[in-house]
C-alpha cells in the first residue's frame, strides 16, 4: 500500500511557507499482530499546531524534522489484525498527516457515523468544542446577564463559546476580521455584537460601545492589541480565559504591550490559561451537551472544507491569513459505506 506523507522539513522563522513542508510517497510495509490500517478521512489543521513546529519548550513535544506532522484525523479502518477493530470501522485519532498510516490501535476512539457529520468530530464535537465548552463554564462560570467577549470569534473555539454563552443568558460581543464574518455572528448566530478589528480604528471605543456595562468575561483566541484594548473595559472580578495567542504566534520578536498586572490588580480579575487536556475527566460531561444541543438546533456549526490532502499546507496557511468562518480543515477521501 502507498501512502502519501507531509513531513516537517524545516523549522519556520515567522509566518510558515511552503518550503517549510515536504512531500513524500513511500510503501507502507505489511501489517504485523494488532495493527490496523487506517485510510485518512477528514484531516484537521489547529493553530497549536504552529507551536509544535518550533523546537522551544512548550506544553506538547515539538514536530520532529522530516517526520510527518501530527493532528486529529478521522480515519477508516481498510484492514486489521487487531481484534478491537474490524474493517469498515471509523476512528478518530492523533495520526500523521499521511493517506495512509499504520496503527497498533493504542489512543484511537472509535466514532458511530450515524451520531453526526463524521467531520464534527474534529469541531464541535472535538477538540474545537471541548475547549470552547470547558474554557468558558469552568473558567469563564458565566451568569445570567454578563458581557462576555470572544476574540477570534468567527473561528472553530470561538464560535462555540459565544453560542453557549447566550444559551446561559449572556450578552455577546464578538470580534472577527472581516464584515462578512461580523454579519455571520449576529445574523446566523445570535451575538449581540460584533467588531471588525480590521476596520476599526479605535477598537477601545469601539468595546466601549458595544460593552456599555464592562466586561464580566473575556475569551482570548487571540492576544496582541485586540487583548489590550479589552483589558481597558474589564470590570471588577471579571474572568479571563487564556485560549489561545494567535496574533502572536508567528511573532519573530517578543512585542510590547501594557503590562496586564496592574489591571488585574485593581479589577481583582482572574487571568488563566489553560490547554484542553486539562479538563479530559470533563470531556464526557462536555460532548453529551454539545450533541444535546447540536440536535436540538441550539447550536449553529460552520466548517470551511478544503478537497485534497496536497491541500494541507494551504489550509495551515489560511488559518494565520483569517480565511476560515469555523471549523477549518481537510477531506481526504470519502466513507466507503458499503
Known sequence: MKTKSILLKSRPKGMPTEENFEFREETLPDLQEEQLLLKALYISVDPYMRGRMSDAKSYVAPYNLNEPIAGGVVAEVAESRNDRYKAGDVVLGNLPWQTYSISNGRGLSQLDPNLAPLSYHLGIL?????????????????????????????????????????????????????????????????????????????????????????????????????????????????????????????ATSVPTGP???????????????????????????????????????????????????????????GLFRGENTGKLLVKVADFNTN
Not at 152 to 169: D, E, H, N, S, Y
Not at 173 to 191: C, N, P, Q, R, W
Not at 265 to 274: C, R, V
Open 126 to 250: 472535538g477538540m474545537p468544542g471541548m475547549t470552547a465548552y470547558c474554557g468558558l463554564l469552568f473558567i469563564g462560570e458565566p451568569k445570567e446577564g454578563e458581557t462576555v467577549v470572544v476574540s477570534g470569534a468567527a473561528g472553530a473555539v470561538g464560535t462555540v463559546v459565544g453560542q453557549i454563552a447566550k444559551l446561559k443568558g449572556c450578552r455577546v460581543v464578538g470580534i472577527a476580521g472581516s464584515d462578512e464574518k461580523t454579519a455571520y455572528l449576529k445574523e446566523e448566530l445570535g451575538f449581540d455584537e460584533a467588531i471588525n478589528y480590521k476596520s476599526t480604528s479605535n477598537m477601545r471605543e469601539a468595546l466601549a460601545k458595544a460593552c456599555p456595562d464592562g466586561v464580566d468575561i473575556y475569551f482570548d483566541n487571540v492576544g496582541g492589541e485586540i487583548s489590550d484594548a479589552v483589558y481597558s473595559q474589564l470590570n471588577d472580578f471579571a474572568r479571563i480565559a487564556v485560549c489561545g495567542q494567535i496574533a502572536l504566534y508567528n
Open 259 to 317: 503590562r496586564v498586572e496592574p489591571i488585574l490588580l485593581k479589577k481583582k480579575a482572574l487571568m488563566k490559561g489553560f490547554i484542553v487536556s486539562d479538563y479530559a475527566d470533563r470531556f464526557p460531561e462536555a460532548a453529551t451537551e454539545l450533541a444535546n444541543w447540536v440536535k436540538a438546533g441550539k447550536l449553529q456549526y460552520e466548517e470551511h472544507v478544503l478537497e485534497g490532502f496536497d491541500q494541507l499546507p494551504q489550509a495551515f496557511f
